[in-house]
């Protein structure tokens, strides 16, 4: 017998996350870095205003509930206000990552049929490129508010000063509020479309104490592009939260990131290994500190141990994480347990360097080759990760098919779970090594290398060999003024690792190849060294 529940059922909107902040929250501070070292700031009421003129710009412009509306631009404070004001009255913002190719640009506008694409003004000339060839796309709008004359759109045409509230539409939770494209390293890109619903649960999830953790204490500074899985969901959980947020805008330079951070106190920040490399370069060459970051959330790949040991060393803690575009993205958080205080520090850092936890309302598991049936969770045994959840896509956008087996999501990663809920990557499934039958886990190799103090990045790939199916080969790109031999670099898996894993050789390299979201392009090296492993590549 079904009991009716008691409780106001109000929908999970995120008109409720800017109504809920203007009301509580209206002196917090949005800040962004501008070119030229300057800076925007405003308030969250200030914000709201903004947010309610563009949402009636919008709508006067015919802009109509479910439209996809698309942004190429970089994390600031106009970015913002088009995800809210999209959201809020039922359109869909499509963040498109300005880095991939043209041609996949090209290729994710149109198959999501954006009407409408606000650009930042660094993104011009791609912009004049892609006009002819999206013809969805009824607007152009420059993200620019200059009175001086043009023949563009621009973003203040689109502000209907002659409002300052609205009555925000209530409708279906599980309405789309949001678009992201994975960046299609194998095939097409792929559209993972965001649900109202999902959104508000991933925020909610993401601000307990042992995920991300957002609280009003907080200035959160998302390094991480909005146009990457929305910024893991920061403009959502910082602003529920009612935190300061500090957008860096155009200028990813360790300089400006680390002067953001400390100009504007910021307490909290997030980004992938990259990007914390440039900022941590900047810091310790010229023998800075962080004085109020307190927390570094790394993921999107792992993060080595070396870098949480060098932050560690600055009194910046690191919330190793793990997520994907179809999850939204977090699925785990990395953190010691009460039981770890006792263990040695090099055991404590083996447990962060781990991708973490499960967030409460994603459930994984691992399993062998059927994706189906699970293998144990002993830490050791390893498997297709699968995962499932309120925030993990169904079927990719406009397909019909179900993305799904039996009920669960196919990551694509290869890890291993244990009895606290653990989860430890080992691999990309495509990136996988196998060597005599025995699987190498690349991320270890990697990660054991970042140690050499010579190390700058390294990569181990699969060379195919005729004896054992595939040997690892180290690749690594040398710290600026160091010259390290092969043998020293391979002498650091001495008593580290079963002799067999050891690379078989090292390959320098002047500069290692980058994915659109900062991640290290294994495929590229594999074809660069050796036959491709896989003909989609
Ligand atoms: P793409 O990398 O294709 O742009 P995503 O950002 O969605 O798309 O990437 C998701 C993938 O990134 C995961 O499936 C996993 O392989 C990798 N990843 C994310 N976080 C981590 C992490 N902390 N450690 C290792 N791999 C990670």
Avoid at 441 to 465: L, R, W
Wanted: hydrophobic letters at 35%.
């Amino acid at each position: 017998m079904t009991v009716p529940g008691s409780m106001i059922n109000r929908p999970l909107l995120v008109s409720s996350i800017l109504t809920h902040a203007v009301r509580n929250n209206p002196h917090q501070e949005i800040v962004t870095g501008l070119d030229g070292g300057k800076k925007h700031r405003y308030t969250y009421a200030n914000f709201y205003k903004r947010v309610v003129q563009l949402a009636m710009g919008l709508q006067n412009n015919g802009i109509k509930m479910g439209d996809r509306v698309g942004t190429l631009a970089w994390n600031t404070y106009r970015h913002l206000e088009i995800y809210y004001a999209t959201a809020g009255t039922g359109l869909v913002c499509h963040t498109i990552n300005p880095r991939l190719h043209i041609s996949q640009i090209q290729f994710i506008i149109n198959d999501a049929q954006d009407v409408v694409m606000f650009y930042d003004s660094h993104f011009e000339s791609l912009v004049e490129q892609l006009k002819p060839n999206c013809p969805s796309v009824k607007h152009w709008v420059l993200l620019d508010e200059s009175t001086s004359a043009t023949n563009l759109s621009t973003y203040t045409e689109w502000l209907d000063t002659s409002h300052e509230d609205l009555d925000w539409p209530q409708f279906d939770e599980n309405s789309a509020c949001g678009l992201c494209y994975t960046s299609g390293t194998t095939g097409d890109p792929k559209g993972a479309l965001y649900s109202h619903r999902s959104t508000i649960l991933h925020a909610y999830a993401s601000c307990h104490p042992d995920a991300v953790g957002v609280s009003r204490r907080d200035a959160v500074m998302p390094l991480v592009p909005m146009y990457h899985v929305n910024a893991w969901g920061l403009p959502y959980s910082a602003m529920l939260s009612g935190a300061k947020m500090v957008m860096p805008g155009a200028d990813h330079s360790g300089k400006a990131l680390h002067s953001l951070c400390e100009t504007e106190g910021v307490t909290l920040s997030a980004g992938v290994p990259s990007i914390w490399q440039i900022m941590l370069d900047y810091t310790l060459a010229n023998n800075l500190t962080f004085s109020t970051l307190k927390c570094a959330v790394i993921g999107g790949s792992a993060c080595p141990p070396a870098m949480i040991t060098t932050l560690s060393k600055l009194n910046v803690s690191v919330r190793h994480a793990w997520g994907m575009t179809e999850v939204s993205p977090l699925g785990t958080v990395c953190l010691l347990l009460p039981e770890h205080e006792s263990l040695s520090e090099q055991e404590q850092l083996n447990v962060l360097a781990a991708q973490g936890r499960p967030l409460f309302g994603a459930e994984f598991k691992i399993t062998g080759d059927d994706n189906v049936t699970p293998l144990p969770t002993d830490g050791k045994t390893t498997g297709n990760l699968m995962v499932r959840g309120n925030w993990v896509i169904e079927r990719y956008y406009g397909k019909s098919e179900s993305a799904l087996t039996d009920g669960w999501f196919h990551t694509g990663d290869v890890a291993s779970l244990d009895a606290n809920g653990y989860m430890r990557i080992s691999d990309r499934s495509k990136d996988v090594i196998k060597s005599g039958g025995e699987w190498i886990s690349s991320i270890e190799i990697e990660n054991i290398a970042t140690e050499h103090p010579d190390v700058q990045q390294a990569a181990c790939i699969a060379k195919p060999d005729p004896k054992w199916g595939e040997r690892p080969v180290l690749v690594v790109l040398k710290k600026p003024g160091t010259s390290p031999s092969e043998e020293n670099i391979l002498s650091i898996y001495n008593n580290r690792v079963a002799k067999w894993m050891i690379p078989d050789e090292v390959v320098f390299v002047d500069q290692m190849p980058m994915t659109a979201t900062g991640k290290l392009q294994k495929a590229e090296l594999r074809k660069k060294f050796f036959a491709p492993k896989e003909n989609n590549e």
